[in-house]
């Protein structure tokens, strides 16, 4: 999948890779990669400036540790991350269900 | 964990246009992929050759940042609201007959070119795709330099006191928000990579 489809769902996605706990950028875009069974598999140098997008939002928060003799920024989700990645489950659901209605001929809008 | 060359080469590229701390981040993703490549292929030279394509060429690595850049977001911004704040003092000093004040040819001139330096900074911040810091420092001095246009225009009407109209309360309006704008904007540009 080319990461132009995935415009507008990019941060909810990599906020979803750090629910478990903290990330680094590498293994963020394993996680994407890994929990899409390959399907999304974004350059790696494409995810640190949408990591550091979300961190000045507020929505993660990084730090530095040194790992095998290396720096290493590790990023969490902060509440306000916590808070849009349920708008963002939220939002997606409610985007899901419509676009499958009407590609599937389903009625929509409901109608009693 | 040895490194290989065709990366260390990767990372000077992006050393060159990206800020330290970033790269070192880039250096550690990058590194953490090719020892997995490694694991997976066994060869150096094409363990190197995997990560690197994985990672993304410098070019698409430095216009993502630079898209994200608070630098860019905040020249486009101030691009946005210029052309409406501009507009309204134009209109405003068309209408109180600005020609035959008696501001000196000299503070004028200088209120034109500092206008336009900061009309070029604003572009080449918005323009720039490959170099980071070429784009933080052109957001960083048009933004200051509109902040200094807009404190001078308040200071120009405290000073002559025109008589109040419309006009001129749209125009004081749109140049306080964008000195909010800058005044929000210029420490982050300075703070943060």
Known sequence: MRAEALKGHLDGLLLATLEDGPQHGYAVKEALRDTTGGRLDLPTGTVYPALHRLERAGLIKGSWSVVGGRRRRTYELTEQGRRSLAGARDHWQEFAAVISAALGGGPWPATN | ??????????????????????????????????????????????????????????????????????????????????????????????????????????????????????????????????????????????????????????????????????????ALTGSITRIMLAAQAIPELVMRP
């Open chain 2, 1 to 170: 964990m040895a490194g290989h060359e065709l990366i260390e080469r990767h990372l000077q590229t992006l050393a060159k246009r990206l800020p330290d701390p970033v790269v070192e981040e880039l250096a550690d993703g990058l590194l953490a992929s090719y020892d997995n490549q490694m694991e997976r292929l066994g060869d150096p030279d094409a363990a190197a050759r995997a990560a690197l394509a994985d990672f993304g060429d410098a070019d698409t690595v430095t216009a993502a940042f630079v898209r994200a850049s608070p630098g860019r977001q905040a020249a486009f911004r101030l691009l946005v609201a210029g052309p409406i704040v501009g507009l309204s003092w134009g209109a405003v000093l068309v209408t109180g007959n600005a020609w035959a004040s008696t501001i000196p040819l000299s503070s004028r001139l200088a209120l034109g070119l500092l206008l336009g330096s900061a009309v070029l900074m604003l572009l080449i911040a918005i323009r720039g795709r490959r170099h980071y810091r070429a784009v933080r420092l052109a957001a960083l001095v048009g933004t200051g330099t509109v902040a200094v246009l807009d404190t001078v225009m308040l200071g120009t009407v405290l000073t002559l006191l025109p008589p109040p109209s419309l006009l001129l309360l749209v």
